[in-house]
């Protein structure tokens, strides 16, 4: 399973290894059966994590002509993700996931314009640039990104929640869901809990501790370098409010 979805990680070495890395030695060194098996894991995790912020992304950029954002992305799905070899090109480029993944939609878009044009030649110099300098999209960025950090905190809700609760931790838990998620004051989550102001201090630290580890763990699956993910993650968890 990716990473932060078993519990809760106290620290990022250099040396770590993403998920998709892990899966895609899987691919070239597994049995048949096990290369099927990741190969097919590998394509539903990007999907399903990458799906809502992609639609937002070709919803918003300068192609959105073309097609509904659905036909858009699923054809930038099907054209790349049949062969994981996209992936693996992915892991020797230093890039962010997200960054590449964005990219190869807006490739994707642009190479159905083309099929639309009658000037061959123009459009395939065109595409060449496009290549080497991916335009800009600032509209398309901004959505993608808001879409994308949506998803990345409600899994980390998630993987906080299962990992609290199988602790036994729920009354932190429960703090934690109706101050940064509900919006109600400490004082009065407090109040609800029958804890002391101190108590509920306590519970609540314990809990965003478990949530900032969990947004981290999501970075790191999409192969955030180390070094830039304690501020990857501070941006994301001030999207929940000074309280945290």
């Not at 809700?157 to 602790?167: G, I, K, L, P």
């Amino acid at each position: 399973m990716p990473p932060g979805s078993e519990g809760y990680v106290d620290h990022f070495p250099s040396t770590h290894q993403t998920w998709i890395v892990d899966q895609l030695r899987v691919v070239d060194r597994g049995s048949p059966a096990d290369v099927a098996e990741a190969a097919q894991q590998l394509r539903t995790h990007v999907m399903v994590r990458y799906r809502e912020p992609l639609l937002a992304y070709a919803a918003a950029s300068s192609f959105r002509t073309l097609s509904t954002p659905e036909d858009l992305v699923h054809g930038f799905f099907a054209e790349r993700l049949h062969d994981v070899a996209y992936l693996r090109t992915w892991t020797g480029t230093g890039m962010k996931l997200r960054r590449w993944l964005c990219n190869g939609l807006l490739l994707h878009m642009f190479n159905e314009a083309k099929k639309r044009k009658r000037d061959a030649r123009a459009v395939d110099a065109a595409a060449e640039a496009l290549r080497q300098s991916p335009p800009e999209q600032p509209a398309a960025d901004r959505a993608f990104d808001r879409a994308w950090a949506r998803g990345v905190i409600e899994r980390a809700v998630a993987a906080t929640e299962q990992s609290m609760r199988a602790e036994g931790r729920e009354d932190a838990w429960r703090l934690f869901a109706r101050h940064a998620i509900d919006g109600v004051s400490q004082v009065a989550a407090a109040s609800e809990a029958g804890f002391s102001e101190g108590e509920a201090k306590a519970r609540l630290r314990l809990a965003v501790r478990r949530f900032r580890d969990a947004v981290a763990a999501e970075l790191i699956t999409e192969g955030v370098p180390p070094a830039e993910v304690q501020a990857e993650a501070e941006a994301i968890v001030s999207v929940f409010g000074q309280a945290l």
